[in-house]
């Protein structure tokens, strides 16, 4: 596979052994994950979690990168209670799981966590990012919600919302070179429809020889030769939304 010694797809992916610097909340009818910077801000940024849920440590690893950035941020339970999928899950039965967790209905979660950002936390610019099927869940935001400011979609699964390209905000995509799951002739359609659709500033990256997950992936140790590429996606994200937040 390309450059792997050692793939890590998304149903693997290596987890970091993190515990997490901020603490959970209880936000209205949603348990979220927030960190906080020491200084104050009203700058913030709403991660949206891949299938393996909202307390995967990846994913807190990266929220508290954008903590250590200047920003708030916030990883809510976009399954509200849902498990998250697990490894060990039989993937037969993933489309079926798949349906009640749908990646463009998690507007009502997003306006709660909105309101909280907002009254308990000072935000008034707040972006978005999200992994997979947070990435999907970015473009569905993207396109339809006028309270963020920006988006980062990193390998969201593009196919749940083919013909869709009107972005209301500045939108970054992240996809790897080799992802098995959104596979390159999708990222080119996507390009080309957002070239000939969005009015606002967005940009399409693929990064060379990058499987699915490569972002919040613990790759490194295994795979050396990604590490450039993982660090590039990781800086690219934060300085997408300096410059937008």
Known sequence: MANESRPCPCDIGDRFDYGGRGQEVQ???????????????????????????????????????????????????CFVGQEAWKPSNDWASFDDWLKTREAGKIDKE????????????????????????????????????????????????????????????????????????????????????????????YEVKIYPGQTHGFVHRKREDINPQDKPYIEEGRKDMINWLNKYL
């Open 27 to 77: 936000v209205e009818h949603i348990k979220a994950y927030v960190c906080k910077p020491s200084a104050c801000t009203d700058r913030a940024v709403i991660v949206i979690h891949d299938i393996f849920g909202w307390q995967l440590p990846n994913t807190r690893y990266i929220a508290d990168m954008l903590t250590a950035n200047g920003y708030i941020a916030i990883c809510p339970d």
């Open 110 to 201: 997003i306006d709660v966590v909105l309101k909280y950002l907002r009254d308990q936390c000072g935000a008034k610019k707040i972006g978005v990012i999200g992994f997979c099927w947070g990435g999907a869940a970015v473009q569905h935001l993207m396109l339809k919600n006028p309270h963020l400011k920006t988006g980062v979609s990193l390998y969201g699964v593009i196919r749940h919302f083919e013909d869709r390209y009107s972005l209301l905000h500045p939108t970054f995509f992240i996809f790897g070179e080799k992802d098995d799951i959104v596979p390159l002739e999708q990222v080119t359609l996507l390009e080309q429809k957002l070239k000939q659709n969005c009015k606002v500033d």
